[in-house]
């Protein structure tokens, strides 16, 4: 049985090294142009350079998306960025379109390439195209089933790799093939600025009755009639790693480090717990609480058993679940004072009890009786966020654990 990679989102550098601490394998990210993100912070090159010699250093593996529906200008411009990436020794790019494969495949003929999700690759005769072009890996399209998936595994040869997505967002067109945001905003989705606007209040307008407004569902609010809920497979990996998917990847290069550290961590464990014995493997309802605490839409399973039914649309709401807050980041622990040294990132006062989460093992509960500024003066609020904050505590805390409130 091949190793599981864990494959985490990293927006901006910061994201980067919670998932590689909290436990990913490999980490995908992008440039400043190129990818699907436009709106994550995303990576100037120097800073590309910077992130790959971070994740080497853990022996961490780095993927660029390249995934846009590229123009000609785009065309134009890509020859040296490819050989850009294959010099700072990136893992791998990811890639939908064919354009754009054969450049990489002409400028920098060493750079690994995978077929991004965005290819809508569903059956195994396109996997084996692509894997005749030179493609190392298949991102499957989200809508892919787990019976597609095994058929696709037993029809390609062993040094083919299948990634899927297991975790996150879900789009309401094919693999994240849509237009409304085009046409509805001018942000186009296959450049990376969807304005999603799958997540906003529609009503029905019959065409001889304008003005009159009806709503999909008897709710004065109207209807959220293309919001897809979030996947959640935490409680399928055996029925994942059983299908042939070897990379389990999570979604939200745009979400928190508490997002990317949280989901990271639990898929880790669940993982481990599953690689080290297969047969004995049960699922934790511990790992699911605590993705529960991330900010996210209802879940669902999307695919994977089947066409979702109504259960996986949110009809009544575009919000999020949103029952932790993040609060800070643990920067380090000043053992002869007994402090732990936080970097505040939100609100939170002396008397609340938060929960510090590090990179290994179970979160614990923590009440703020007392706290304290950088010049060691007591503090009740700590109302400004990035300032320093210092709460007394007897046992050592690892740098870079999640503190977050209810």
């Not at 899927?164 to 849509?178: E, L, N, P, Q, T």
């Not at 906003?200 to 008897?218: A, I, T």
């Not at 010049?375 to 400004?384: D, F, L």
Request: charged share 25%.
């Amino acid at each position: 049985m091949k190793k599981i990679e864990l494959l985490s989102p990293a927006g901006n550098f910061e994201r980067l090294q919670m998932a590689c601490i909290y436990g990913a394998d490999a980490v995908y990210m992008a440039g400043k142009k190129f990818g699907l993100r436009a709106f994550a912070d995303n990576f100037e090159d120097d800073e590309l350079e910077k992130a790959v010699n971070f994740a080497h250093s853990l022996a961490k593996k780095v993927y660029i998306t390249v995934n846009i529906f590229a123009d000609n200008k785009d065309i134009d411009a890509l020859p040296e960025y490819f050989k850009y990436l294959e010099s700072i020794s990136v893992d791998a790019v990811i890639i939908s379109d064919l354009g754009v494969f054969s450049v990489a495949k002409k400028y920098a003929p060493h750079l690994p390439i995978h077929i991004s999700t965005q290819a809508n690759t569903v059956n195994y005769a396109a996997a084996e195209m692509w894997h005749e072009l030179g493609a190392k890996r298949i991102i499957l399209a989200r809508e892919a089933s787990i019976d597609d998936i095994k058929r696709i595994h037993d029809k390609l040869s062993d040094d083919v790799e299948l990634e899927a997505f297991v975790h996150g967002a879900m789009c309401m067109s094919y693999s994240g093939r849509c237009l409304l945001s085009s046409y509805m905003t001018g942000r186009g989705a296959n450049h990376g600025e969807c304005a999603q606007p799958c997540r906003w209040n529609y009503y029905v307008m019959e065409e001889k009755r304008p003005g009159q407004f009806m709503p999909v569902f008897e709710d004065e609010r109207g209807t959220y009639v293309f919001n897809a809920n979030d996947l959640c497979m935490i409680k399928h990996i055996r029925e994942l790693a059983e299908a042939g998917i070897m990379s389990f990847k999570i979604e939200g290069r745009m979400k928190t480090i508490n997002y990317t550290a949280t989901v990271t961590k639990q898929y880790r464990e669940a993982i481990d717990r599953y690689e080290s014995d297969p047969e004995k493997y049960e699922f934790d309802p511990y790992w699911m609480s605590e993705i529960d605490k991330t900010s996210h839409r209802p879940f669902s399973t999307g695919f994977f058993f089947g066409k979702p039914d109504a259960s996986a649309q949110c009809y009544d709401s575009s919000t999020y679940v949103r029952d932790y807050g993040f609060i800070g980041k643990v920067i380090g622990y000043d053992a002869e004072k007994g402090m732990i040294k936080i970097e505040q990132r939100n609100h939170f006062k002396s008397g609340d009890t938060v929960e510090i989460m590090p990179p290994v093992g179970r979160h614990f509960e923590l009440t703020l009786n007392e706290m304290y500024d950088e010049n060691m003066e007591k503090i009740t609020t700590a109302p400004h966020p990035q300032e320093t904050v210092y709460i007394p505590y007897d046992k050592a805390v690892a740098v870079n654990s999640i503190m977050r409130r209810k």
